[in-house]
């Protein structure tokens, strides 16, 4: 079992960064593949980014390629996502997703979601 814990959401203007965390509670979430999604009201959960196990592997959403920046300190049991010249387009709630095995861009197939953190980006 892998418990998730989002942090790092907030209200920023455009062109502004944040950097979210997802902490994870399991010794063995070094194994462990990494996505980000999120949601926007009315709309459904979509991919951002996601990473391999090693950290040796990244994918990211053609809409937040060149801004968003996966990555991950498995001695921390965390991984990040470093939002930079964030758009309105981006508020939404962000989830961080695990998995066993190789990481994925779409939502089925991880089995272990946070709670969510908000992003806020004014205009």
């Known amino acids: 079992q892998v418990q998730l814990v989002e942090s790092g959401g907030g209200l920023v203007q455009a062109g502004g960064s944040l950097r979210l965390s997802c902490a994870a509670s399991?010794?063995?979430?070094?194994?462990?593949?990494v996505g980000w999604f999120r949601q926007a009201p009315g709309k459904e959960r979509e991919f951002v980014a996601a990473?391999?196990?090693?950290?040796?592997?990244?994918y990211y959403a053609d809409s937040v390629k060149g801004r968003f920046t996966i990555s991950r300190d498995n001695a921390k049991n965390t991984v990040y996502l470093q939002m930079n010249s964030l758009k309105p387009e981006d508020t939404a709630v962000y989830y961080c997703?695990?998995?066993?095995?190789?990481?994925?861009?779409?939502?089925?197939?991880?089995?272990?979601w946070g709670q969510g953190t908000q992003v806020t980006v004014s205009s």
């Open positions: 399991s010794r063995t979430f070094s194994s462990y593949a």
């Open positions: 997703a695990a998995r066993s095995g190789i990481a994925l861009t779409t939502l089925p197939g991880y089995n272990y």
């Open positions: 990473i391999s196990w090693s950290g040796g592997t990244t």
